[in-house]
């Protein structure tokens, strides 16, 4: 039961250090510091008290006495994901799982791993190597990025319309309830009994309980994979041989597209051979048995050509594959290299939508001044535009974040949605009552209700609470025309 | 072909206002599932219909009452299908069922479940409410995962509507290999294929003998066929083989009350892939590469969820048997307050398919 009288900050302290060690409570404002934001760093808040502990049992007493005196709780990975979830509550604890890096087990019968939150999602694909296993969702912050964060936004990557999302690729997790309660969901079998509260947990942004184990099904890794990369005079020719390949039965492993930005800033930093003088770069990789990917390489290659691409070149070795991936994966820090700031947004849309998405996305950036370059997990419509700015010049983060919203308005109208895989978070809550009315935010928070009353898990994100949606209803950003007349098309 | 929400809503708002239970209904085909239904018939099958495909997206929406029979004709022109396999039920079943009751048939473990392919639904909730959630896209994090909740929830949540599915192209082969032997060597067997980055798409043991199932590009499966050195069981003997068995229509599934099995109850595990349930492995169905067995006869519910913990999953009473009593896995107290809550969310009059899941809910 909550009770009223406000603990004070030592007071929250020592009932702290009365479990945890010392050293791994944290209250003086330098130590701090680096906790006050996520990968999204312009949005920053200091928090009121930071604590690491090392069991499940500290964990528990930390979120009961958090209960007990209505105090939020703010739990954290590794800080790197990208719409501000795990930012800080100036009156809150964060609550960081960054002790849990054990991996529990790697069962190569059963294809599974038991893993400690904390665990990096790169960590278990090379513990699961050694068995020709690996773990199918791949987020670019693999390296760096926990598979307790993973499951809080329902993490994708490239691999994810052949092999899955977040939420496909999860057996079980041990989860604590905002009381310190441990429930299991899920088992080691494919489904449970009941309401399927697993489904409901992966992409819950830390609002409805903290995870503190997780077991995961791994994959055999593909006896063989290759990449065909293509080049195109227009969008509209490599959006179209994106929708060739599908129809033609192919599953790709990955499908990304780059525009000219984005090719020609990766091809700078990486200098993997992109043709720079192309409008759009296709990258389909294909895996399997090296009869089917030999099969489904000469097929790709065949559509490409008959869509009209002006440069093919496929991998004949794993180091060529892997140059080809290399500018892809770095088009975030290469973009980085020609502006001071970018913003990465994250809106999903109908794949056929894309040229008219782009074409607006032009017209907006005109409008704003603002240079866009766009990378695109072209398989499943996942769209991220990176908006480049200069944080130093006053405004124009300000209008970045206008410009970035108008980007998923205009998703939300083609009938896609405001974000593919990197959360609502603080960022995109005040588009939420784009995507969504009224009515399904009150039920969104009814949810919210049932795991927790008192809303001190993770407050202020994710989810408007419906005061706040009709202030965002009524603050509308000075408005301009995003020709809705394409959006019938949708 | 008609789109009969409003009236769906009205007739909602009416029982919520009489304070009268609804029993919801589609093709009535999984009337025995679940535990005994009461309430008032609400009939969604009039309320069908594919509302949008886009073969080039992947992306089908169609209404709840769409038979699956409708659905997978028009996907079957474009040479596409419902990759989770769902039992059709002689031509009953609909797609808003199928979902509620989280039915896939024996691709599941490699393919994913209709769980995993729903991409959006729409519902008519307690207060009468038609929402929104999800979408017509592959990857959408926004808001709670209300789509995948309803898979399962056998209606207790709302009057499912509407639902978008990611759909998946047809294997352009696909062939059967067997192997005789026991129970036990098979569920070893079949995990250690399941480990081999092979193109399977199912594995089953019955009586005696292993069945496993290679889809996808022609030359990746002859090639595996000829590397495994078994026997191929020939192609309509296959098809018939794992239609019999998605469909629930081996003799091992009769409920016809003149064979042996009599109408006993049929329990259905979900467990662990590799773990050996030593008293009832030999007389189950083993599929899904050993995490779904099934099995009949008249047991203790009791025992059986004893036996269904050890190895690492639970079981359900899938026909048969008591219907007014439980007929799923016990829940933890724990859980059972958070899906009550959760329930109230959705449903705060409880209205909808009352005491079908669960008795106390």
């Not at chain 1, 984005?262 to 990258?283: H, M, R, T, V, W």
């Not at chain 1, 001071?340 to 056929?352: A, L, N, S, W």
């Not at chain 1, 908006?387 to 206008?402: M, Q, R, V």
């Not at chain 1, 009150?442 to 008192?454: G, V």
Request: hydrophobic fraction near 40%.
């Amino acid at each position: 039961m909550s009770t009223t009288n406000k603990l004070s900050k030592d007071e929250l302290c020592q009932l702290f250090r009365g479990f945890i060690a010392p050293q791994n409570v944290i209250a003086d404002e330098e130590t701090l510091k680096p906790y006050e934001c996520d990968g999204l760093s312009m949005y920053c808040e200091m928090p009121l008290i930071v604590v690491l502990p090392e069991t499940v049992s500290q964990v528990q007493d930390v979120l009961r006495i958090c209960h007990s005196h209505a105090i939020p709780v703010v739990a954290r990975g590794a800080g790197t994901g990208l719409c501000a979830g795990a930012m800080p509550n100036a009156e809150g604890v964060v609550l960081s799982l960054a002790k849990f890096i054990n991996i529990l087990e790697i069962n190569p019968q059963t294809r599974t791993a038991r893993l400690q939150p904390g665990v990096r999602n790169l960590a278990i694909s090379e513990a699961a190597a050694e068995y020709g296993l690996y773990y199918g969702p791949d987020p670019s912050s693999q390296i760096a990025c926990t598979i307790g964060g993973n499951v809080a936004e329902n993490s994708g990557g490239v691999h994810c319309l052949k092999y899955g999302l977040t939420v496909h690729n999860v057996l079980s997790v041990d989860m604590l309830t905002v009381e310190g309660e441990k429930v299991t969901l899920g088992s080691d079998g494919l489904d449970s009994c009941g309401l399927d509260l697993l489904a409901l947990i992966n992409g819950s942004e830390g609002l409805l309980g903290v995870i503190t184990e997780i077991q995961v099904k791994l994959l055999p890794i593909p006896e063989k994979a290759r990449v065909v990369m293509a080049g195109f005079d227009n969008v509209q020719q490599a959006g179209d041989s994106v929708g060739g390949i599908i129809a033609s039965g192919i599953i790709p492993a990955g499908l990304e597209m780059m525009d000219s930005y984005a090719i020609s800033a990766a091809e700078d930093f990486a200098k993997a051979g992109y043709p720079k003088e192309a409008k759009a770069l296709l990258l389909c990789e294909v895996d399997g048995t090296s009869e089917e990917v030999q099969e489904h390489i000469e097929q790709v290659e065949k559509l490409f050509n008959s869509f009209g691409a002006t440069s093919i070149r496929t991998s004949q070795t794993e180091a060529e594959r892997a140059l080809l991936w290399k500018g892809r994966k770095s088009a975030f820090p290469a973009v980085g290299r020609i502006s001071p700031d970018y913003y990465c947004m994250d809106g999903t849309i109908p794949r056929g939508q894309l040229a008219h998405v782009l074409s607006e996305m032009q017209r907006l950036s005109e409008y704003y001044q603002l240079r866009v370059a766009n990378v695109f997990h072209a398989g499943d419509g996942n769209l991220h535009p990176l908006i480049l700015f200069d944080a130093n010049i006053p405004g124009e983060f300000e209008k970045t974040e206008e410009f970035g919203g108008k980007i998923l308005e205009l998703c939300v109208a083609v009938g896609g949605c405001i974000t593919g895989e990197h959360g609502v978070g603080i960022e995109k809550i005040r588009q939420m009552s784009v995507q969504f009315t009224e009515l399904e935010l009150l039920q969104f928070n009814a949810i919210k209700d049932a795991f927790d009353p008192l809303g001190t898990l993770n407050p202020g994100k994710g989810v408007p609470t419906l005061r706040r949606c009709q202030e965002y209803r009524s603050i509308e950003p000075k408005e301009i025309n995003t020709n809705k007349e394409g959006a019938a098309h949708g | 072909m008609d789109d009969i929400s409003t009236e769906l809503q009205q007739q909602v708002l009416a029982a919520r206002n009489d304070r009268q239970a609804l029993n919801i209904i589609g093709g009535g085909s999984k009337s025995f599932m679940g535990r005994k239904a009461i309430g008032e018939r609400l009939d969604v099958s009039g309320h069908s219909g594919i509302v949008n495909y886009q073969p080039v997206e992947l992306v089908l929406t169609a209404r709840a009452g769409t038979p699956l029979t409708e659905i997978e004709a028009a996907l079957a022109e474009n040479n596409q299908m419902l990759a989770f396999e769902p039992p059709r039920f002689s031509g009953m079943a609909t797609i808003g069922g199928t979902l509620a009751c989280n039915q896939s048939g024996p691709g599941r473990p490699w393919a994913g479940s209709v769980r995993d392919h729903v991409l959006g639904v729409r519902l008519i909730n307690g207060l009468g409410e038609h929402l929104k959630f999800g979408g017509q896209v592959m990857k959408n994090v926004a808001g709670y995962d209300v789509s995948r909740l309803q898979a399962g929830a056998m209606g207790s949540l709302g009057v499912i509507t509407e639902i978008s599915l990611k759909v998946l192209p047809k294997p352009a082969a696909s062939r059967t290999v067997v192997w005789d032997m026991g129970a036990r060597d098979a569920i070893g067997f079949m995990n250690q294929l399941a480990a081999r980055p092979k193109p399977l798409s199912a594995a089953c043991w019955l009586q005696g003998r292993l069945y496993v199932r290679l889809s996808g590009a022609l030359s990746a499966v002859e090639a595996t066929v000829k590397e495994w050195k078994t026997a191929e069981l020939a192609q309509n003997k296959a098809d018939e083989f794992w239609l019999q068995l998605g469909q629930q229509e081996l003799a091992f599934f009769d409920k016809d009350s003149s064979k042996d099995n009599a109408g006993m109850p049929l329990w259905r595990f979900s467990v662990n892939s590799a773990a050996n349930i030593p008293s009832l492995d030999e007389h189950s169905i083993i599929d899904w590469g050993g995490s779904q067995r099934w099995f009949r006869g008249e047991q203790d519910k009791l025992h059986m969820e004893s036996l269904a913990v050890s190895a690492g999953g639970q079981v359900s009473l899938y026909s048969g048997g008591d219907r007014s009593a439980e007929v799923m896995h016990s829940t933890p107290e724990a859980l059972q307050v958070i899906q009550k809550r959760i329930k109230a969310s959705f449903d705060p009059d409880g209205i909808f398919n009352p005491g079908r899941l669960y008795n106390w809910m």
